[in-house]
């Protein structure tokens, strides 16, 4: 016999208790059945009209039938029970922590609109001065400050709940988020590990010790991080990001064919990842020395994200040196100036465009109008005097009557990968 029919039969003996009424709507709620769930929870709120857990099971059941202006109102009528917090004193009430969530998951609600963060930040205060062990408040305090933007005062709220919980890993983790926002990564890093002592499969925690490590650039780190990003893997083998971490670490280790490995796993399981993808690509030019296999990575780096300039860098370069298709190259560069005229770095490579065409003249014009935009480059000085040294060297050797060029120009400016690219850095 289900719940359901149990607590239905003692309904039919006694219509005046609200444990009932609410036990029924309870089985209801557990099959998703809602609406019908909240009919028994509101007529429980009126056979016990001073139930606060029936008005919050109202509420949370409005939440469910996303009504949430009729959930705040049945929210608002639980908090209305509570005896009243007097300022300067104790609050003296035994309060169920059941009950609490009557704040709980108002302040929730209010907090979905970015303007009522500072009421739900008003409610979560009510709970902890309430209870002072109400520790999921406090998570909730703090996630509110942190979007507030008061991250001082999330800080105070998170050791004050590790005052209450000392051995809570989500309250450790939670800390160090706040500490990495405040630019405290050493302490942020120490918070992590504190989480992993009291919990050593503390996902989050796991994940980001990993990220800092691999960020830190510490050699004797990196074994560490790739041991806890193979823990996670074996929990949830299917999260790209695990992966492309693995495979930065990996190129740390100049484990280049093991990093390629990882980044195709991360790329198979979020075909979109474009981080995964440009740094893919950009291994296999520099390292790995396969820029015929990073084609294919560009061209799905870039129907995904055409306006990538890193990305669509890179293609050009493969264009010049690999494919010589200088049309294809153009149309790479031409990309990027036509967002952002002021872009050196492009302006510069179809400057070479331009020379492996033969056109010394318009690459000298091009040079010049890329001096111009980055007067500081050293580079772009010395590409733009070959230049000039090549078109008088064709002069002093043409015939005046046949001033012709050079078609063919022995000395060429060759576009570096590694140089167009060595900015390339986790996130691009």
């Not at 020379?355 to 000298?364: F, S, Y």
Request: charged share 25%; hydrophobic share 40%; net charge neutral.
């Amino acid at each position: 016999e289900s719940e359901y029919s149990i607590f239905r039969s003692g309904l039919r003996v006694n219509q005046d208790n609200a444990k009932l009424f609410n036990n029924v709507g309870h089985a209801l709620e557990k099959v998703q059945k809602f609406a019908e769930a909240l009919d028994y929870f509101k007529k429980a709120a009126s056979v016990q009209p001073d139930d606060i857990g029936a008005h919050i099971n109202v509420g949370r059941t409005f939440v469910n039938l996303n009504q949430s202006a009729d959930a705040e109102k049945a929210y608002a009528k639980a908090i209305g029970l509570f005896p009243p917090i007097i300022k300067g004193k104790s609050y003296q009430a035994r309060v169920a922590p059941s009950h609490l969530n009557a704040y709980l998951n108002l302040a929730n609600l209010v907090s979905k609109d970015p303007s009522r963060l500072s009421e739900a930040d008003q409610l979560l205060r009510q709970a902890i001065t309430m209870r002072a062990d109400f520790v999921e408040a406090y998570i909730n305090l703090g996630d509110i400050q942190v979007k507030l933007g008061r991250l001082d005062d999330a800080r105070a709220t998170y050791e004050a709940a590790l005052r209450q919980d000392p051995t809570n890993a989500d309250l450790y983790y939670n800390l160090g988020v706040v500490l990495l926002e405040l630019n405290q990564t050493a302490s942020a890093k120490k918070h992590f590990e504190l989480a992993l002592q009291h919990d050593p499969d503390h996902w989050q925690s796991l994940y980001n010790s990993a990220i800092l490590m691999q960020e830190g650039g510490d050699p004797r780190e990196r074994d560490v991080a790739l041991q806890r990003l193979e823990k996670l893997k074996s929990r949830r083998g299917d999260d790209p990001k695990v992966y492309f971490n693995s495979a930065m670490l990996e190129m740390d280790k100049q484990n280049y064919e093991v990093a390629e490995i990882h980044f195709r796993k991360a790329i198979e399981f979020d075909p979109t990842f474009r981080s995964a993808l440009f740094n893919l690509a950009l291994m296999l030019v520099n390292n790995l020395r396969k820029p015929q296999d990073a084609v294919p990575v560009l061209h799905q780096l870039l129907e995904h994200y055409p306006d990538h300039d890193k990305g669509l860098i890179l293609m050009g370069d493969i264009n010049v040196n690999y494919l010589k298709d200088l049309d294809a190259a153009e149309k790479n560069f031409q990309s990027i100036l036509s967002r952002n005229p002021r872009n050196s770095q492009a302006m510069h490579n179809l400057c070479v465009v331009y020379v492996e065409r033969g056109d010394l003249l318009g690459a000298e014009q091009c040079l010049v109008q890329t001096q111009q935009l980055d007067p500081n480059a050293q580079y772009i000085q010395n590409h733009l005097n070959i230049v000039r040294n090549k078109i008088a060297e064709v002069r002093k050797h043409t015939p005046k009557p046949h001033n012709q060029a050079n078609k063919n120009p022995q000395e060429h400016l060759h576009l570096d990968a590694k140089q167009q690219a060595q900015q390339a850095v986790k996130g691009t």
